[in-house]
């Protein structure tokens, strides 16, 4: 492993400044789960590492009544420990809570998980359910991405050169919802997810679907919404034939492959039980 | 004597609180100053002529010192566990066979500089056809990987009238089954370490042999074993991977040459590119019953992928053959198991050597027997049983040490409890299963003793000198509990010289489950040899008879308290002052199997066991959760008890693995985020039952355990699922597809 220099920032602005004279020849980390097995396998060979580690306030969880802003250096073992996730943004604790081992979760932040932007990031299948906002300090200053619009392909994101995400900015859903993510492997702890699929819906007072989610990780370059079973479900009473529906339509829209992991058709043919199954518990 | 007290103990293992508290020093702990860095450069090719290889710019490299090729080895270039197919050069000659063969070796006085160094070795390769399939290697015209052809070993066992055994039948199963490369992925890699002491090279290593490593060492370097020294380190595990030579070979060179310490640790990556793997199988098995469920005859033709070099694929085709139709009284068999080569990474031993990959075949074929016949799948293994006094397929007569009733009934009651709370109203597929096997204790075929000796130091303690690598199973703790209950001391007052071949005599390999049995064996007799010498001096130092006299608690004194005693330092004394010393062997009484006809006796003894797996599916998605094991072993005799209980434990763990997930893919799995194992969650809590069934040649009656704990496991669980989903699966692993097409009735 080739050899790099160790930074660690106290502020974001000196993190932003140590990566604007630094150059391409720095890579942010947090966790550095991902960051490490690179650095180990040699396909990432930086000059320095810019830890956010030591940056205050960037491990927090904030919580109100409008939702929840998570310090891009949370980890996912401190999501999973908050009842206050657990209750209202549930897909979102049954996804950190199954990265991994404990030991992973442990060291391994859900900023860290979408600035890698693999297509089977746990966290941000979940977190596209919730509409979640990135929040993203650069040289120039800061703004919002849309998470919907931050993975541009398969370990690409928004981020441009001497960016870094600060933080997520996640709703709270206002209504009745359900939501819940389910992640398909092969064995119960320490591997990625043949095909993660999560799922929300939030009614109106009437009992119709007013706000329908539907995200799935490993069926495309990148975690993906699938805006056909979203508007399947939309706009009525949450029936059998709607969800039916939904699983149909995101089944048949999803980009899923062949791969060691898994094969299409069976990870095509999960689509459609999970999606029922989330919502309706069958 | 006294009450047996340590046999059948529970004293915590010695090893314990050091490997605990992380003190263990393990091969890749082993400092040296001045030391050589090795690396070694590797084909990237399955099959090629070797053209050239270009060392100048690894040479160039700043820090690298040599830069080696086969060119380089003083002796015989060729090595192998097996001498009579010893076919593996230690660094590539002419050719390439597989993708990650050795073709240099780098020394630098960095890793970096050696891994850059190994980098930039480049190798003119002339391609040839790779061959990856052994049906594809067995073809007329397929290119030939060695010169003596592609059929490494062919073992055929043949006995009675099979096809009049078929003729009248009253049920015949046909079935082909697959079972996947698989990796050891023990805990601690392949790591050495090497320096010249007074002229002799020392190799300090992680093995499971040591005085073979020596011997192959000697050929490879065309030097005396004298001039060489060969230490086991504390090991983590080998499973069998660590019998055949690793880095050992390039230690050795590198010091040789050089004069200099050298060492080498395989990273995972290395580990999983170019060390062995288990043998995968292609199984066709045909299998006769009667009406009521009693064997007629069995056929079985197994093929299995040795990949690029022979290691133990002789071991495996014979072990395999004489197992294949399991634990059973079978008056007729057909059976051949043949190893092939291919452009793979080689095949090796791997606990069980070809037995677990035939007992998936055995007892699938049984539950389908049972099911064509309408009998309980116990049943069918309980009326087939071995028991004592039958005759094997080998035409081998077993003694009384035969507990396979034993096991099953065992198993059966718990099978019987989980039964009735197999129906729940909430329509998830949940199935029981049975595995059985047996398994010959030590090598097959041949003689493999083991050599002990046990002194008596002039401070009174006593040593034991153990060639028997423990590679954390245990052995050391057992052999221990064998020379202090045989002479009557307390396993505290025995040092223990271990794995050292300066130091101990050749036990032969920790495998084939054979050191507790064999090397237990010896030690018993050594132990037992020096006790008589002790109790006649003190007849002599007390004027009593030796007859009535006893060695208690580090005295001899008469039997019945009456009288004086003598301490054994005084004894010791009375010997001339030095170390007072007896040497005791055990071979076990095993004969060559016939060439033609595979018939003989390849095993002293046997043991015997079955296993029950409950597991659930679930409907949609085909998850599988191993709910419970229940694993009925005949050991013999345990000599302590935590120990065999783990072994069992850890094999059905490994068992599950294979049964669930290990598929091992040439080029893809590098690392244990891709090959998967199971972890603390995917394995139930496994319910161990030991039977003892007393082998009247082992140590207090002591058998194996090592590798029928993991054989019975993956039958068990696939038969499960054959219950639970209504179709069965005939190929390895149980993936989440095959287990969704079983689910929707199809055979997978």
Known sequence: MARFAYHRPATVDEALGLLADLGPDAVPVAGATDVWVNLRSGKLAPRALVSLRAVPGLAGLDRSDDGLTLGACATHAAVEDDSWIAGRLPALHMACSQVGSRQVRNVGTVGGNLCNAAPSADAAVALLLYDAVCRVEGPGG????????FFLGPGRTALAPGEILTGIRVPVPRGRTVAGYHKLTRRKAMELPILGVG????????????????????????????????????????TAERVEAAAETAAREARVRDSWRGQAWYRRHMIRVLIPRILLGC | MSARRIVGGARPRRDAVD?????TRFAADVRVPGLLHLAVARSDTAHARVRAVHTARALAVPGVVRVFTARHVP???????????ADQPMLAGDRVRFVGEAVALVAAETPEAAAEGARRVAVDYAPLPAITDPAEALEAGAAAIHDRGNLCFEQRIVRGDVDAGFARAAAVVERTYRTAVIEHAYLEPEAAVAWMEDGVLVVETSTQNPHYDRSDLGRLLGVAEERIRVVQRATGGGFGGKLDLSVQPYVALATWLTGRPSRLVYSREESFLATGKRHPFVMRYRS????????????????????????????????????????????????????????????????GFGTPQAAFGHESQMDLLAGALGIDPLEIRRCNALGPGDVTVTGQTLGDSVGLVACLDRVGAVRDRWARRLREPDGVPRGLGVGAMYYGIGNTGVSNPSTARVALDPDGAFTLFTGAADIGQGSDNALLAICAETLGVDPDRIRLVRGDTARTANAG????????????GAVLRAAGRLRQRLVQEAAQALGVPAARLALEDGRIGPADGSGTSVSLAEVAARCGGGPVSETGGFDPDAAVLDRATGQGRPYGTYAFAAQVARVSVDPATAEVRVDGLAAAHDVGRAIHRPSVLGQISGGAAMGLGMALMETFGPGRDENLDTYLVPTTLDVPRVTPMIVEQAEPTGPFGAKGVGEPALIPTAPAILNALAAACGARIHNLPATLERVQKALRGEEA
């Open chain 2, 509 to 520: 390999a920790t495998s084939a489950s054979r050191q507790t049995y064999i090397s237990g």
């Open chain 2, 19 to 23: 490997k605990v508290l992380g003190r």
């Open chain 2, 75 to 85: 002796g015989v270039n060729r090595y192998g566990i097996i001498a009579s197919t």
């Open chain 2, 288 to 351: 006769a019953a009667d009406g009521s469920g009693r064997l007629l005859a069995v056929e079985a033709d197994l093929l299995a992928d040795t990949g690029a070099y022979a290691s133990y694929a002789l071991a495996v085709a014979m072990r395999a053959a004489v197992h294949a139709a399991g634990p059973y009284r079978v008056p007729a068999v057909r059976i051949r198991c043949r190893t092939v080569y291919t452009n793979r990474v080689f095949s090796g031993a791997m606990r």
């Open chain 1, 142 to 149: 800061g703004r919002d991405v849309p998470l919907d619009g």
């Open chain 1, 199 to 238: 799922v929300r819906v939030t009614l109106d007072d009437g009992g119709a679907v007013s706000e329908a989610r539907v995200a799935l990780g490993v069926a495309g370059p990148t975690p993906v919404r699938c805006p056909g079973a979203e508007a399947a479900l939309a706009g009525g009473p949450l």
